[in-house]
Nanobody, 123 residues
Framework: QVQLVESGGGLVQAGGSLRLSCAAS????????MGWFRQAPGKEREFVAA????????YYADSVKGRFTISRDNAKNTVYLQMNSLKPEDTAVYYC????????????????WGQGTQVTVSS
């Protein structure tokens, strides 16, 4: 089983930037896409971004396109989420996920979840 640990969250003013990291450890045998999801208070968890194993394909929610960039370093078993031009509505707990699969109903997670990291954007 893969363990995921997120880091990099914090408090930032609107318009600022943060970079989240997700370090994977454990039984990493297969090559899957990984992704980021987020959950704001009182709302359901939603998809943010995903990246293929090779890094050649990336997917974004419309709400973050042009502002967020997902990347990965397989040598370090780490996935990143660079977040620029942050808005108060980006405030949420951000979760890293393994084995993200694009289905007809949208991205679904078939692997592990991290514990989450809080991102708070002040206006």
């Amino acid at each position: 089983q893969v363990q995921l640990v997120e880091s990099g969250g914090g408090l930032v003013q609107a318009g600022g930037s943060l970079r989240l990291s997700c370090a994977a450890s454990g039984s990493i045998y297969d090559r899957y896409a990984m992704g980021w999801f987020r959950q704001a208070p009182g709302k359901e968890r939603e998809f943010v971004a995903a990246i293929s194993w090779s890094g050649s394909s990336t997917y974004y929610a419309d709400s973050v396109k042009g502002r967020f960039t997902i990347s990965r370093d397989n040598a370090k078993n780490t996935v990143y989420l660079q977040m620029n031009s942050l808005k108060p509505e980006d405030t949420a707990v951000y979760y890293c996920a393994d084995e993200v699969v694009q289905t007809t109903t949208g991205p679904e997670v078939f692997g592990s979840w991290g514990q989450g990291t809080q991102v708070t954007v002040s206006s």
